[in-house]
């Protein structure tokens, strides 16, 4: 079975900020990943992250507010989703 591309969408706002999801099934999860989906969300202007949920080989599943990084607790797809789209509602400078 090979990596399946499950959603891939990308929204250029008026006021320039651009917000976009790509999100695969793999025939076996990434590890440390327990689940098997390997995704990028990304909120921000070009060449500036305001929110990025992304997994890595080794790294696992994390998130960006701005400069920041921590851990982040994958439950399941609907969830993923669901946490970003608040993060971009609540998105503040000051973050």
Request: proline fraction near 5%; aromatic fraction near 10%.
């Amino acid at each position: 079975m090979k990596a399946t591309q499950v959603i891939k969408a990308k929204e250029v706002r008026d006021d320039g900020t651009i917000i976009e999801v790509v999100v695969w099934k793999l025939p076996a999860s990434l590890e440390p990943c327990t689940h098997k989906f390997k995704y990028r969300l990304f909120y921000g202007v070009p060449g500036i992250c305001r929110v990025r949920y992304d997994n890595e080989l080794g790294k696992g599943d994390h998130r960006h507010v701005n400069e920041r990084e921590e851990p982040y607790q994958f439950t399941s797809l609907e969830s993923l989703l669901l946490d970003f789209q608040r993060d971009i509602e609540q998105w503040r400078p000051s973050q």
